[in-house]
């Protein structure tokens, strides 16, 4: 018995004075040490890493105010600024009239109703107030009545929401966007007026 203990204690010894050489200098074996030291990188600077930083959008997204047609802000002078400056690039066509009501339908419709005339699905007293597009009577914010807003001011509502409706661009792609302006304009915005 005095053996396996004499055994024991020296191997005990030996591992404890082996396990204290080196002292700090040696951390011993690393599995993927940028894990553990990851290169420090600067937010909007150029980095190491396959040449990219944070201005160079991922490809296949469109940087913030860099839409192709449309480079208006969101504040109320982008706003105004839009509908008079804003041309929708989208052709007047059955097909795209098409499209444009399949997608009113799918993103619009529950608030706006089908006509544009509001009592869509959505009841709520948060939205009991949408405006009607066919109203000639309210001033809205752009200072003529619905009825007579520009495609700009309604594609800048669309991307930016207004009011109690959100913004619908990250839902919505930019063409997408101009097809439902589009359909409001021609197919709503004077439903029942004529």
Known sequence: MNKVFNKLGFFTVVLFFSSCTGGDSSPGY?????????????????????????????EGTIARGKLSTFNFDETLDGYLKAGDEAINPIENNAENLADGKELYGMF??????????????????????????????????????MNDLKA?????????????????????????????TLYVQEELQHYGLE
């Open 108 to 145: 619009c419709e529950h608030c706006h109703g089908e006509t544009g005339a509001g009592g869509g699905t959505v009841k709520h007293a948060l939205y009991s107030v949408v405006p009607h597009y066919n109203d000639g009577k309210l001033i809205r914010r752009a200072g003529v009545p």
């Open 30 to 58: 690393e599995y993927m040490p940028n894990m553990y030291r990851s290169p420090s990188q600067e937010t909007y600077g150029e980095n190491t890493i396959n040449g990219m930083n944070a201005r160079t959008p991922v």
């Open 152 to 180: 700009g001011h309604i594609f800048h509502a669309i991307t930016y929401g207004l009011n109690s409706m959100g913004p619908h661009a990250s839902q919505l792609s930019e063409e997408e966007r101009w097809k439902i």
